[in-house]
């Protein structure tokens, strides 16, 4: 199975907005509400920053907002900061009750 | 402090196995599903294998189905990651991963498996 889509790369100034997008088929973020979003800092352990599509864990900042339509989710971070700088992936539970990632974006803070 | 650590990553010949484990503390392990995660350093994510609670539920990527077995102790709380067939392409950094509603909230620092000959 391959990969959920997303862009390899997106940038953004301090302040703004920027969303990152993550398409799969209907058999992985089509059919569920299990998308989660993590965040990868060279060096440091993988952090948890979205699940079940929308829905944030406790200790995130409301900066990072998930959101979903048809086959395609979506990662929203406002108020760019410079320490969102890191490389952001998709994941998805399937149809055949696996689990599939994003190819991952790195975001550059300019 | 929920913690995951792996250990047993090495370096090894095509054809040879390994096995990985992962100890597990500061929650209730029994309770939660349990994954292992790879990733070539510099690539992606690539989710490998799952076990659910009471290990009735096991379910693998095809790249590694056939070839790797993924259990748990509970008793121990450890996880494991027995690795047969060993290529090439099964060289990466393996993470055991905490399960929580269909997501991956905890994540251990990797234990590195390299394939060569």
Redesign the interface.
């Known amino acids: 199975?391959s990969?959920l889509t997303q862009p390899a790369s997106v940038s953004g100034s301090p302040g703004q907005s920027i969303t990152i997008s993550c398409t799969g088929t209907s058999s992985d973020i089509g059919g569920?509400n299990?998308v989660?979003w993590?965040q990868q800092h060279p060096g440091t352990?993988?952090k948890?920053l979205i699940?079940?599509v929308s829905?944030r864990?406790s200790g995130v900042s409301n900066r990072f907002s998930g959101s979903k339509s048809g086959n395609t989710a979506s990662l929203t971070i406002s108020g760019l900061q410079a320490e969102d700088e890191a490389d952001y992936?998709c994941?998805s539970?399937t149809s055949?009750?696996?689990?599939?990632?994003?190819?991952?974006t790195k975001l550059t803070v300019l | 402090e929920v913690q995951l650590v792996e250990s047993g990553g090495g370096l090894l010949q095509p054809g040879r196995s390994l096995r990985l484990s992962c100890a597990a503390s500061g929650f209730t392990f029994d309770r939660n599903a349990m994954?292992w995660?790879r990733q070539v350093p510099g690539?992606?994510?690539?989710?490998v294998s799952?076990i659910n609670w009471n290990s009735g539920?096991l379910?693998?990527?095809?790249s590694v189905k056939g070839r790797f077995t993924i259990s748990r102790d509970n008793a121990k709380n450890s996880l494991y990651l027995q690795m047969n067939s060993l290529r090439v392409e099964d060289t990466a950094l393996y993470?055991c991963v905490k399960d929580?509603?269909?997501?991956?909230?905890?994540?251990?620092?990797g234990t590195m498996v390299t394939v060569s000959s």
């Open positions: 199975q990969a569920y299990y989660s993590y352990p993988t948890f699940y079940e829905k864990p992936y994941a539970y055949r009750n696996t689990r599939i990632f994003g190819g991952g | 994954h995660v690539k992606g994510l690539e989710w799952s539920n379910e693998y990527a095809d993470y929580a509603s269909y997501a991956f909230d905890v994540w251990g620092q």
